[in-house]
């Protein structure tokens, strides 16, 4: 072995104890809190069902087990009734299949060796791609600075399958691409090892094949992988073996669609009579029944959702250059592939890879137009990690250091204080967002739904208007008081209240109404749908402003319109005055009315 070889090995092996040491000593359920929402609140029940109990069902003792790890109880949980009366969980259980073992000998911590043995396999099958023509620690370091120069090492933490299906992805592609993609020329010759020999065999295609059928069961646009596998085995008359790979790729998602089935009464894991629960939980007591609490959260009216296609555009600079998703700020790896693709010669095979990741971005875009990343509380674009793996592979197999390096001074820049607190950043996935510099970034108007600052309740829906014309308030940051008031909010002392307004009614004019705090010649300035106005207002007057506006941004029924609010001087009460108990940091007061369009 070269010494180039054993130090980037050497390496790879302490990182993986690393690894290994934190996954089986981190007290999880502390780290979190004793708070897990949403989809990582359903994995850790399934998963802890499949190893305790050996199914699938959603009995009232899944529902204890969970409260003795965390006592905020399953929020978000996925549920649906079967035909015969049952419930089960209502999400993809493969990824909790396949950590199950490793949470039955480990406990919760069990989740984060199983991604500990997916992040050994990842980093040495690259390390052994990339290895073939370029030298072994720069291979080693392309791998792991396309993990951890983005965000996908913090989804490591996570207790969902985001990180399972990255790896999936990333297996599939090396087992395809390792025989398809030649080495380097100058790469020295030597007897073949056992590995070598499987992945230059038909067998490693057919593996990938199946592994395929398991992505697809996991999420469905994964379908998008058997592409290249296929596409490739046709244009090289491999007719058979693609006939072969179709085969295996529709046995494994059957396989797996067939449990579902054999279980629920339904193909389909999202769909039939399926419900998201917070706060309270069926068989908790006995009158929470699942048809009397919980919110309908079912895939069959799947396509009333879809957009007019004149927001694919808008969308696909979104989904690249948006505030709280954009693949250019938290996975620059990614971009940079795809400049590098753009300025180089490129092969068929490459153009294969372009075809794949392009289209599943777009069945994401079309098909989940105002949810692509993943819900309110995902930090960045969780979808992605599906897509990501191409990425990898997607340039030459020949690298260079000036890439490494322009990653980790792009992580540095935008995604730093991400990755060196990957719990915060789970819990809090919106922080990042409220300083620079995401706040000179586009806002993702099409997503408002799930921006990741709705995961703070007083930053998220808060109403304004009148009850016969009422709006709603969605802040973009945290310069504003929570709400007491009934008619109004306070900015938080000189700060701008970065808004924005939605209503279900096209407005003529928005009126800000606007009361000082105690401070003489104030200046308060509002923009509304890019439009300024300034007052100077005297200490504690009231003003108004008024905005001629049109629709706004528009999609079906829901018109937004942003909206800034400053102060110019603020006032902090209690320290200036022995009778007045207000703590807050007071700015300006606003309220809002709307004039309809007639």
């Not at 790879?12 to 809190?33: C, D, H, M, Q, R």
């Not at 996925?78 to 039955?104: E, T």
């Not at 058997?226 to 491999?238: C, H, T």
């Not at 928005?510 to 005297?538: A, C, F, Y």
């Amino acid at each position: 072995m070269n010494p180039g070889k054993k130090t980037a090995l050497i390496a790879l092996a302490l990182v993986l104890i690393f690894f290994l040491g934190f996954s089986l000593f981190v007290n999880l359920p502390e780290t979190y809190k004793g708070f897990l929402s949403a989809d990582q609140a359903v994995y850790f029940a399934i998963t802890e069902s499949i190893a305790q109990d050996h199914d699938l069902e959603y009995t009232k003792k899944d529902l204890v087990r969970y409260y003795s790890y965390f006592n905020a109880g399953p929020q978000g949980i996925f549920l649906k009734k079967a035909k015969n009366g049952k419930l089960y969980f209502a999400k993809s259980f493969i990824y909790s299949l396949f950590a199950a073992p490793f949470v039955k000998v480990f406990g919760p911590n069990g989740f984060l060796v199983f991604h500990t043995l997916l992040l050994a396999l990842i980093l040495y099958f690259g390390f052994t791609y990339f290895s073939r023509a370029n030298p072994p620690t720069l291979s080693l370091l392309v791998v792991a600075t396309f993990l951890f120069a983005s965000v996908t090492g913090v989804y490591f933490v996570w207790i969902s399958p985001d990180f399972f299906n990255f790896s999936l992805a990333f297996f599939i592609l090396f087992l395809w691409l390792f025989k398809v993609v030649p080495a380097a020329a100058s790469a020295p010759d030597k007897p073949a090892g056992r590995l070598t020999r499987f992945l230059m065999s038909n067998g490693s295609d057919y593996l990938a094949a199946f592994l395929a059928g398991m992505a697809f069961f996991s999420k469905p646009p994964n379908i998008v992988l058997m592409g290249p596998l296929v596409l490739w085995a046709l244009l090289k008359k491999r007719f058979l073996k693609a006939g072969a790979m179709v085969v295996l790729f529709a046995v494994s998602a059957g396989l797996f669609f067939g449990v579902t089935y054999a279980t629920t009464g339904d193909w389909n894991y999202q769909g039939g009579e399926r419900k998201s629960f917070i706060g309270e939980f069926p068989l908790e007591k006995e009158a929470s029944g699942f048809d009397s609490i919980g919110h309908t959260m079912t895939s069959d009216s799947y396509f009333q959702r879809l957009y007019p296609l004149k927001f694919v555009f808008l969308n696909t600079l979104y989904y690249f250059f948006g505030r709280f998703m954009g693949v250019a700020w938290y996975f620059f790896p990614a971009l940079l592939a795809l400049i590098l693709f753009f300025i180089h010669k490129k092969s068929s095979v490459q153009w294969l890879i372009f075809l794949a990741l392009a289209a599943e971005i777009l069945i994401y875009i079309l098909l989940m137009p105002d949810n692509y990343g993943g819900g309110g509380g995902t930090l960045a674009n969780r979808y992605f990690l599906n897509i990501y793996p191409f990425f990898l592979f997607l340039p030459s197999l020949l690298r260079s250091r000036k890439e490494v390096i322009a990653s980790w001074v792009m992580a540095g820049l935008f995604i730093g204080a991400i990755i060196v607190n990957p719990f915060l950043a789970t819990a809090r996935p919106a922080m990042h967002a409220k300083k620079l510099p995401f706040k000179l970034l586009p806002v993702e108007m099409t997503q408002i739904n799930e921006f990741p600052t709705n995961t703070n309740p007083s930053a998220f829906g808060v109403s304004v208007g009148s009850e016969a014309l009422p709006g709603k308030l969605y802040f973009l940051d945290d310069n504003f008081n929570p709400k007491q008031e009934p008619n109004g909010i306070w900015t938080l002392g000189d700060k701008t209240a970065d808004i924005v307004l939605k209503t279900y009614f096209p407005v003529r004019e928005i009126v800000v109404r606007l009361l000082n705090n105690p401070r003489k010649d104030n200046l308060i300035t509002v923009t509304v749908e890019g439009r300024t106005q300034t007052v100077t207002l005297q200490d504690k007057e009231a003003g108004r402003l008024i905005f001629r506006v049109g629709d706004g941004f528009t999609i079906k029924s829901v018109h937004l319109y942003r909206i800034k609010v400053k102060s110019a001087k603020y006032s902090m009460p209690y320290f200036e005055s022995e009778t007045n108990n207000e703590r807050r940091n007071l700015g300006v007061f606003f309220g809002l009315d709307f004039i309809p369009k007639t």
